[in-house]
């Protein structure tokens, strides 16, 4: 079941920069940096709220390492601004698997690493309705599920 937003995914040219704008326009503080060399990215995490479920919301910032990565080539052709939208579950797995059965498109056969240990998994943004979206199982109910 799907019950928080986890994140927004936002592609940037420069990290630093944009981190700068949302500290200095709106206050949102860096919870977490890292990069992730199998997505390609550079990315800091910026917790807006937490969550019913015992989770959070973040936005993402996200600046590509390498120009043939999905984020350096959506950047590339659309310049900056919103990649994708991100759903929490305490089950990527099994919420991937009714949702392929679905018809969607998903992206993994089998969930990848995301940011802060997550399981992560993504949707075909042209099954969509045009939403490149991700689906996020967080470090701490991939542990209390397993
Ligand atoms: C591509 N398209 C998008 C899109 N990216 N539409 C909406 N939102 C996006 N972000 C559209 C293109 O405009 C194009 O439409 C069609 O999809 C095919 O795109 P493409 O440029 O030919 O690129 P592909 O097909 O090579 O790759 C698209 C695909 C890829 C979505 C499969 O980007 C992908 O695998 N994304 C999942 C991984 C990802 O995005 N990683 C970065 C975030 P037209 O109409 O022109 O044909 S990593 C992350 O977020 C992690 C760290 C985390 O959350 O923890």
Same mark, same amino acid.
């Given at each position: 079941m799907l019950t928080r937003i986890d994140h927004i995914g936002i592609a940037c040219f420069d990290l630093d920069k944009t981190v700068e704008f949302y500290r200095a326009t709106y206050g949102f503080e860096v919870f977490h940096t890292e990069v992730n060399e199998e997505q390609g990215v550079r990315e800091a995490m910026l917790k807006i709220n937490e969550t019913s479920d015992g989770g959070a919301s973040y936005l993402q910032l996200l600046e590509p390492t %390498? @120009?043939?990565?999905a984020v350096g080539k959506w950047l590339a052709k659309? *310049? @900056? *601004?919103?990649?994708h939208i991100a759903f929490g579950t305490a089950d990527v797995d099994g919420d991937a698997d009714d949702i392929r059965q679905?018809?969607? %498109?998903?992206?993994?056969d089998q969930p990848r690493t995301g940011s802060m240990g997550s399981r992560i998994t993504f949707l075909h943004p042209k099954d969509c309705h045009g939403v490149l979206t991700e689906l996020v199982t967080a470090a701490e109910a991939t542990a209390a599920d397993h």
């Open positions: %390498r @120009e043939d990565s659309n *310049g @900056e *601004g919103v990649h679905k018809g969607v %498109r998903v992206l993994y």
